[in-house]
């Protein structure tokens, strides 16, 4: 499986981007049994975990997103997304998606998000 990240882009603070994750060629049964995260990495810091959609549907954020960001999954286009609101200055990172099942992950390119003041 291959994952392709889009959607990055610069953004004023209060604006919104929605980012994707595609996985062209995954069959419907294998994109429904891995769970879908989002994570970032900012400069400096270490890469953390901001959203996840597990194979039941429960999602779950960092909580400096939360009320802010939805992590969804388009089922038709084999797409997880991750829309972001009300963006802030502490939100620019490099965004990377994630698909785990069982002991296998994999991991999209990063997409660059960043916010201006």
């Known amino acids: 499986v291959q994952l392709q990240a889009s959607g990055g882009g610069l953004v004023q603070a209060g604006g919104s981007l929605r980012l994707s994750c595609a996985a062209p060629?995954?069959?419907?049964?294998?994109?429904?049994?891995?769970?879908w995260s989002w994570y970032r990495q900012a400069p400096g810091k270490q890469r953390e975990l901001v959203a996840v959609?597990?194979?039941?549907?429960?999602?779950d954020y960092l909580d400096s997103v939360k009320g802010r960001f939805t992590i969804s999954k388009d089922y038709a286009r084999k797409t997880v997304r991750l829309q972001m609101n009300n963006l802030k200055p502490d939100d620019t990172a490099v965004y990377y998606c994630?698909?785990?099942?069982?002991?296998?992950?994999?991991w999209g390119q990063g997409t660059q998000v960043t916010v201006s003041s």
């Open positions: 994630n698909a785990k099942r069982g002991q296998t992950t994999v």
């Open positions: 060629g995954i069959i419907t049964s294998v994109f429904n049994s891995n769970d």
């Open positions: 959609i597990a194979t039941s549907g429960i999602t």
